[in-house]
């Protein structure tokens, strides 16, 4: 789970977490009316109150599942966190269900933490989780549905055995740092293997291995799956394989050695972003070693370089495909959280896999969201002159789905890269859109007012540079400035950037945003780099929304396509706060 009680909740929420302590009368806004121009039309949030980290997505029985973190008295983290649970037959629309626990034994009663799903042969689902115990130390818990022919799962029994996996004198894991569970997968010997997160006092970050023939009674390995040293604790850890040959997915306990790569994502709780790895699993030694060039550490790629952590992935055996979900935190102060209500997103579920060059992960929504199509607007071969920003008429601007391919013709013409321009966030804040290059700034201006006084801008920028051998390399930089986002100067407006690893020379250089009120999410070069951002306009708002087409740069740009199309609302956990308050007390976990 991400620590957020103490870590990266800020002053602002602890002092709202004591607000709301004292004024009763806060906490009743959560159950207020939720025509808000902040929520969302398609992502996925509970009907109100504090949600953060995804747990245990999984499909069972023909329905897809997600449980999650959720905060059920208010807008704000609480010790009292539960395990949220919605149910879904397409990803997009979600029935919210009793949450599946509560903190209820002594091994979780000061807080039920994050943690996954593992489906055992016989098929039956079982939760490993965090629970805090009653010295606030952090254990391993297990979980298992009450009825297994019900495919809503919609109660779940803790034994009394728990925990599971607990710190002690004798493993000297740090009870503070011992956390988060992945998905468990069976090993070549018949037992099984899972991961928690964990670091030392001296900064190693590590996944600690445990195995097991029962599922139910677990001894640690002698040596971590991976550490690596002055990386800090690694939260929400997530371990699976990816094929070499396609974009299918691989199912966690896969014994296909040949033609699959391993993927170790953890979530840095240092710098609150999620970092990946591919590599290598020798599971005679139980060991994971990345490939040549990448370190588990904050040098390593990211699933996404804007507001994005805690993410868990899952294998969908019926569509034979893996799918990300991600937290999307908010970027107001607490105390509008509070006077709105609600508190955090999930991504847009993404298809997730590995590029063919075998070195990076790509990621695309779920081909559901295609459902949610409506109006279409399109553009076919036109020109962006330099210094030109058009509107894109036609579509719901402030509920989107735009794709744009661009091509320049003239890239010898770009300018040549700093060599010290190492940090692609630094460039994009201080390059901003006002900063005009020869090639760039051009892209997409999204959540427009009509007076252009408040715009999410997404672009890119293209450099050169020259090799050793005097050959010409061109740089992709892609930025979503949130600088001029909103009028309100109390929300976080970073703006985000990260490299595209494209050679515009020779690939099309394309970009899909999804745009939800106070979210948007942007996928470049194929969706080899992506980034999530909030904002909260004050005039950009619903009707008043609008959206552009831009080129900054002193040359024209082509645009080979655009596809742009207004989104319909999805069915999102639309029932009253009153019965999903009311279920979760007649379905308290049963000890068993």
């Given amino acids: 789970m991400a620590k957020v009680n103490r870590s990266n909740i800020g002053l602002s929420l602890l002092l709202s977490l004591l607000l709301c302590s ?21 992502h996925f949030q509970p009907p109100s109150n504090w949600m953060n980290d995804p747990n245990g997505p999984m499909i069972y029985k023909g329905i897809y599942h997600l449980f999650y973190q959720y905060n059920p008295y208010g807008a704000v983290w609480d010790v009292r966190i539960v395990w949220g649970h919605s149910t879904s037959v397409d990803l997009v629309n979600w029935t919210p269900q009793p949450p599946a626990f509560s903190p209820s034994q002594p091994s979780d009663i000061n807080g039920c933490w994050s943690g996954s799903v593992t489906i055992l042969p016989n098929g039956k689902p079982v939760i490993l989780y965090t629970g805090i115990d009653l010295n606030k130390s952090q254990v391993q818990n297990v979980a298992v549905p009450v009825n297994v ?114 993927v170790l994502k953890v979530s840095l709780i240092e710098t609150l972003h999620d970092y990946y790895t591919i590599g290598s699993y020798d599971r005679e030694k139980d060991v994971y070693v990345p490939d040549l060039g990448f370190v588990q550490d904050r040098s390593a790629p990211r699933l996404d370089y804007g507001k994005y952590y805690a993410s868990k992935t899952f294998y969908d055996d019926v569509k034979k495909r893996r799918i990300l979900w991600g937290w999307v935190n908010e970027s107001s102060p607490a105390k509008d959280d509070i006077e709105k209500g609600w508190a955090g997103l999930q991504s847009f579920p993404r298809k997730i896999w590995l590029d063919e060059s075998g070195k990076e992960l790509l990621q695309w929504p779920i081909e559901e969201i295609d459902t949610l199509r409506g109006t279409q607007v399109s553009w076919q071969n036109k020109v962006l002159e330099a210094g030109s920003t058009v509107q894109i008429h036609g579509v719901t601007a402030a509920q989107a789905d735009v794709e744009v391919s661009f091509k320049v013709n003239e890239l010898e013409k770009a300018d040549v890269i700093d060599p010290s321009w190492t940090d692609p966030q630094k460039i994009c804040r201080e390059e901003d859109l006002s900063v005009k290059s020869r090639v760039g700034p051009f892209g997409l201006m999204v959540l427009t007012s009509s007076d252009m006084e408040e715009y999410t801008s997404v672009y890119f920028r293209i450099f050169k540079s020259n090799d050793s051998n005097k050959h010409t390399k061109y740089v992709v930089l892609m930025c979503s400035d949130q600088s001029r986002s909103s009028l309100n100067e109390e929300n976080d407006k970073s703006t985000f950037g990260a490299f595209v690893g494209i050679d515009p020379s020779q690939q099309t250089l394309s970009l899909r945003t999804l745009i939800d009120h106070s979210i948007v999410e942007s996928y470049g070069g194929g969706g080899r780099t992506c980034i999530t951002s909030r904002v909260y306009p004050k005039l950009a708002i619903g009707e008043n929304a609008n959206l552009f087409a831009f080129n900054k740069g002193s040359e024209s740009v082509d645009v080979l396509s655009l596809s742009a199309w207004s989104l319909k609302s999805a069915q999102i956990n639309d029932e009253s706060i009153s019965p999903f308050i009311e279920r979760e007390d007649s379905h308290s976990p049963k000890q068993s």
């Fill in 22 to 42: 004292f004024i009763p009368d806060l906490e009743a806004s959560s159950h207020k009316d939720l025509n808000q121009p902040y929520r969302t039309g398609y």
């Fill in 149 to 262: 022919s019900d495919p809503y799962l919609r109660e779940w029994s803790k034994p009394p055995l728990n925990p599971l996996m607990a710190p002690n004198s004798v493993n000297g894991i740090d009870p503070d740092r011992f956390r988060d569970p992945t998905t468990a997968w069976l090993g070549l010997d018949g037992e099984w293997r899972v991961i928690v997160g964990s670091s030392t006092d001296d900064r190693r970050g590590l996944v600690i291995l445990y195995k097991s023939r029962d599922f139910l009674n677990w001894t640690q390995s002698t040596t971590p799956l991976h550490y690596e040293d002055l990386t800090g604790m690694w939260e929400c850890p997530d371990f699976f394989p990816v094929s070499i040959t396609g974009s299918d997915g691989v199912e966690t306990s896969s014994v296909v050695q040949n033609d699959v790569k391993y």
